[in-house]
């Protein structure tokens, strides 16, 4: 293959479905013996995402090359940078093209022609890129609370995955996209080094899902090893009577930063997730069972994890399967206390009065923004996808960071130009 290198996109999203897209990401995929696993998926007409239709070896094209959500006009990366393209000159051979459709209605009567335009280049520049997910892990342990004007969520680069993860001489952020969907209001990428925040990376106090334009910064940013970054989203729930929670639907959630950076290293996605047991002690359940036979007090397995099979001989697209994660939760039978003896984790969730006891409130909105996480650490190396999910983690510590005062310059010639006499107020007399 002749060396070539990604160097930008444009979507092209026909008018008459442009309601129904959400984003369109441009996977690579990196897996050992590629052109057998993947050559013979090129002329297939896809399947759905997530689903137990979806062949296994799909699930090892996971690193972002290009990604669009509502609002964007596509996007150049700058004349110096370049994403390489070919296993044999360090990128992929082999991509997966994923579209998010919304259409909660179930209307038939669209034809999709979502494509995108993606412009290369066959002369080399002075660094090839690569990309980083950095926040909240898509899980619906991330839980929203409802009917509160600011709700927050974090999500941790852990600089135990950064200490391994990323070259000693550093890695540099050059611009991303943030992305939550329609809750959030506003977030923040901040870097922390040596025990001290420095100031945000990225930063978007009125977000709004319907722009979301991948920026790139003015001042690059060089991250070292045993650096820690936090994505931290702000949500408005004041109209919701129900929690929300993280997931892949438009009506769930994400808190994510979309990176780019530089030179390509093996590092793509660095996470976290908040600790299970946690939120079982913020809602007072001291035990429960899982389907009613099993206990399984604190683990988490499963949660996460959604069943895909291999199902290599796949027939024409066939009815779509609701892959809400939050449903793992009406799995999880309460056992103690007495109280909540027998009732699903969903069933109290969903209980209009818990979120209105102001003590379980405080303590779950602790426990989503600063409570224990457990770090998930994503590498490429020799052609293999590496996933690290770590013990938990302690929230850090650090010293926060405080930006320099504002400089109010004086309008010299404002002071001074005389005041029209004719516009000078004058004062009321008694009799007035």
């Given at each position: 293959m002749k060396h070539s290198f990604y160097i930008g996109f444009k979507p092209n999203i026909p008018d008459r479905t442009a309601a129904f897209v959400h984003h369109l990401v441009v996977y690579e995929c990196r897996l050992e013996d590629s052109s057998n696993k993947l050559e013979k998926w090129l002329n297939h007409q896809g399947r759905q995402c997530f689903s137990p239709n979806m062949p296994t070896s799909w699930a090892a094209c996971a690193t972002p090359i290009v990604a669009w959500?509502?609002?964007?006009?596509?996007?150049?990366?700058?004349?110096?940078?370049?994403t390489p393209v070919g296993e044999e000159h360090?990128?992929?051979?082999?991509?997966?093209?994923?579209?998010?459709?919304?259409?909660?209605?179930?209307?038939?009567?669209?034809m999709d022609g979502t494509k995108l335009?993606?412009?290369?280049?066959?002369?080399?520049?002075?660094?090839?890129?690569?990309g980083i997910i950095i926040g909240s892990s898509v899980t619906p342990l991330q839980i929203i609370g409802p009917a509160i004007g600011t709700w927050q969520s974090t999500g941790v680069c852990d600089a135990d995955?950064?200490?391994?993860?990323?070259?000693?001489?550093?890695?540099?952020?050059?611009?991303?996209?943030?992305?939550?969907?329609?809750?959030?209001?506003?977030i923040k990428l901040q870097h922390i080094r040596d025990g001290k925040e420095l100031p945000p990376i990225l930063e978007d106090e009125h977000y709004d899902f319907n722009y979301q334009q991948e920026r790139f910064m003015k001042q690059e940013r060089l991250i070292l090893p045993g650096d820690t970054m936090i994505v931290t989203c702000s949500y408005n729930t004041s109209h919701k009577v129900l929690?929300?929670?993280?997931?892949?639907?438009?009506?769930?959630?994400?808190?994510?930063?979309?990176?780019?950076?530089?030179?390509?290293?093996?590092?793509?996605?660095?996470?976290?997730?908040?600790?299970?047991?946690?939120i079982l002690e913020s809602l007072g359940i001291e035990d429960y069972e899982k389907d009613s036979k099993n206990k399984t007090k604190g683990d988490k397995k499963g949660v996460n994890d959604v069943e895909v099979k291999e199902g290599e001989e796949i027939d024409e697209m066939q009815n779509l399967v609701d892959i809400s994660m939050a449903k793992v939760f009406e799995k999880m039978t309460i056992t103690k206390p007495f109280a909540l003896k027998n009732m699903t984790l969903m069933r109290l969730l969903r209980e209009r009065s818990l979120w209105r006891d102001e003590k379980v409130v405080s303590a779950m909105q602790e426990h989503?923004?600063?409570?224990?996480?457990?770090?998930?650490?994503?590498?490429?190396?020799?052609?293999?996808?590496?996933?690290?999910?770590?013990?938990?983690?302690?929230?850090p510590k650090y010293e926060p960071y405080v930006p320099p005062p504002t400089k109010c310059i004086k309008n010299v010639a404002s002071a001074e130009r005389p005041v029209n006499p004719k516009l000078q107020l004058k004062p009321k007399s008694e009799g007035d």
């Open positions: 959500a509502v609002g964007s006009d596509g996007v150049f990366l700058p004349s110096h940078l370049a360090g990128g992929s051979t082999y991509f997966l093209f994923e579209v998010h459709y919304d259409n909660p209605n179930k209307l038939s009567a669209y335009l993606v412009y290369y280049t066959h002369t080399a520049r002075e660094f090839n890129t690569g995955c950064t200490k391994t993860d990323i070259p000693k001489e550093g890695i540099t952020l050059v611009g991303g996209m943030l992305h939550t969907h329609l809750l959030g209001q506003a929690p929300s929670f993280g997931g892949l639907r438009t009506t769930e959630e994400m808190c994510l930063a979309f990176m780019v950076y530089y030179p390509r290293a093996e590092i793509w996605a660095c996470m976290s997730e908040p600790n299970f047991d946690g989503m923004v600063r409570g224990k996480y457990r770090p998930l650490c994503l590498t490429n190396r020799d052609g293999k996808m590496h996933y690290a999910k770590l013990a938990e983690h302690e929230y």
